[in-house]
């Protein structure tokens, strides 16, 4: 069974900096997809950032420019650079990877979730 332990969240003012991480128990034989997704109260889950094994990342229109997605493979970790952070950007941030091709912004095309880390920007 595949685990994913997400860290580095906390509290900052708006326009920092965070950078979230999420451990992998191991990594897969075949290609995937590894996502970073968030959820504020009362909202439903959303697509932040993915990164399909190929190296192609994948990024929704509000954070564009902002976050970077990356992995590092010699020590099953996957990355969300967090820069000029917004109180918008305000949410439970979850990791998760996929067992299918391709990648996709759909919560239901993941297998594997971690726990969550809370990111609070405030202004």
């Known amino acids: 069974q595949v685990q994913l332990q997400e860290s580095g969240g906390g509290s900052v003012q708006a326009g920092g900096s965070l950078r979230l991480s999420c451990s992998i128990s191991e990594l897969p034989y075949m290609s995937t997809c590894m996502g970073w997704f968030r959820q504020a109260p009362g909202k439903e889950r959303e697509g932040v950032a993915s990164l399909y094994s190929g190296g192609s990342t994948y990024y929704t229109d509000a954070v564009k420019g902002r976050f970077t997605i990356s992995q590092d493979n010699a020590k099953n970790t996957l990355y969300l650079q967090m820069n000029s952070l917004k109180p918008e950007d305000t949410a439970m941030y979850y990791c998760?990877?996929?067992?299918?091709?391709?990648?996709?912004?759909?919560?239901?095309?993941?297998?594997?979730w971690g726990q969550g880390t809370q990111v609070t920007v405030s202004s």
């Open positions: 998760a990877r996929s067992q299918s091709l391709g990648c996709s912004w759909i919560s239901s095309f993941y297998n594997y």
